[in-house]
């Protein structure tokens, strides 16, 4: 009777119901197309640069030529059929028409080679092969050249960093080459061919289930992410209608009856772990079946679905138990929906559902760790990209189940003393 009450109350309230399954599924769909975009960007979509180019060189047609054969970046070099000039790129990027632009400097390529022929001259001397009696020629003071990059101030760090080791590894191969060819010419052999191509490469190694290679794409992010996300926010109609019943007087009236206040919570927390549990698999639904249907990556949860579900439901103990913990101690719904709703915010934020816990600083790492959100999150990217067993998500599910135990601990003893004095 006492999951019925919750029912009925719930049922009273049919614009909150559909809210509470609708804005969810929304928030997902929204979020990862964003997400799934920013993805692709790297691939499928590319970065107009301006290229402002004095150098009209070797140096200059090979990083042209790179940055067009890359998947990136798409180069501009003319605004209205006129050549960019510095103060025009400079001008359209501060402005934000443009996310950077590369500067170029005149006599790059004919200044560098001189830089090289120079160190090269000095290296064949020491080692004897120079020739004694050719004249010595007036060492011509070459100085250092700046390749200028300006970047639109909205666009991240992250973006500059990535674009900035590019261009420096860029430039860095054509002064290998340059090198390598300015020895075979002062060592008379022309048909000397220097090996070129890096030694060194990378190969990344990623998991393989079946064979098969576990590549990680936004949905596999999102949906884990903001489903506890969704989870968590049960702690505002949650705390709400405990409020509610406080200062109606329902509660009271419950405490007349031959029934425990345990009883009472076990029915709260069995009505909201069904609509935990309702929007989680509308939640995968959505990521299974629409998601293709919107050029996004279905969700494989082919042999994962049953410990999805089993984390999900500790996700939803949690969340229930810190939704009563709010409702017993709130005296009023202006308490506890603000209230509640910043602190799932908070709880999401330092969890690792916006920012991966591994980009913030250490002290942050540290308060992570006391996130349910985030032994959820990691509950979930065990299951769904480390290939966990039960065995190996106990710990998470243990601290997601002991959070619940807990908070309605607490609210208990809170509202017996209370109901005492």
């Known amino acids: 009777m006492s999951v019925y009450k919750e029912f009925l109350l719930l049922k009273r309230d049919m614009g909150g119901v559909v ?35 004095y150098d009209k060189g070797n140096v200059s047609k090979t990083v042209f030529d790179n940055l067009q054969k890359s998947n990136v970046f798409s180069v501009v070099t003319t ?61 011509k003071i070459v100085n250092q050249k700046e390749v200028k990059l300006y970047f639109d101030p909205a666009v991240q ?12 590894k860029m430039i860095s191969q054509i002064e290998t080459k340059s090198i390598y060819t300015t020895f075979q010419d002062q060592l008379g052999e022309g048909d000397t061919s220097f090996e070129q191509n890096s030694f060194i490469t990378f190969k990344e190694i990623v998991p393989r289930i079946n064979n098969k290679e576990i590549i990680p794409n936004s949905v596999q992010h999102n949906v884990p992410a903001w489903t506890l996300f969704a989870i968590f926010f049960i702690v ?36 909201y772990l069904i609509i935990c549990m309702i ?50 101690v709130a005296k009023t719904q202006e308490q506890s929906a603000p209230f509640g709703a910043t602190s799932v915010i908070i709880l999401a934020a330092i969890g690792g559902v916006w920012v991966p816990v591994f980009a913030m600083p250490k002290i942050m790492q540290v308060i992570a760790q006391s996130s349910p959100m985030n032994w959820g999150l990691e509950a979930f990217y065990d299951v769904l990209l480390r290939n966990a067993s ?15 135990i807990v908070t309605t ?13």
């Open 19 to 53: 809210t509470l399954f609708l804005m969810p599924l929304v928030l997902i769909i929204t979020v990862t197309l964003i997400q799934d975009n920013t993805f692709k960007t790297v691939t499928d979509s590319k970065i107009p640069i301006l290229l402002v180019d």
């Open 390 to 404: 039960i065995l190996d998500l106990l710990p998470e599910l243990g601290l997601l189940f002991l959070f619940f």
């Open 409 to 421: 601990t607490i609210a208990l003893l809170y509202d017996k003393k209370k109901r005492a004095v």
């Open 279 to 328: 929007q989680f698999y509308m939640m995968i639904g959505v990521a299974v079946f629409l998601f293709p249907y919107l050029g996004l990556p279905a969700l494989n949860v082919q042999g994962n679905l049953i410990l999805m579900s089993v984390v999900a439901l500790f996700s939803g103990f949690a969340a229930i138990g810190f939704g009563i913990l709010l409702g017993t």
């Open 236 to 271: 505002i109609p949650l705390s709400i209608n405990i409020v509610k019943e406080k200062t109606q007087g329902t509660f009271i009236r419950l405490r007349t009856n031959p029934v425990s206040s345990q009883i009472v919570l076990a029915g709260k927390t069995l009505m």
């Open 79 to 139: 605004i209205d059929d006129v050549p960019i000039t510095e103060a025009v790129a400079k001008e359209a990027v501060f402005k934000g028409k443009f996310q950077m632009a590369i500067v170029i400097p005149s006599h790059l390529s004919r200044d560098l080679q001189l830089k090289i022929d120079q160190n090269v001259e000095r290296i064949v001397s020491s080692l004897g092969f120079s020739d004694s009696l050719a004249v010595k020629k007036q060492i």
């Open 157 to 168: 760090l992250s973006f500059k960093s990535g674009v900035m080791n590019s261009i420096d």
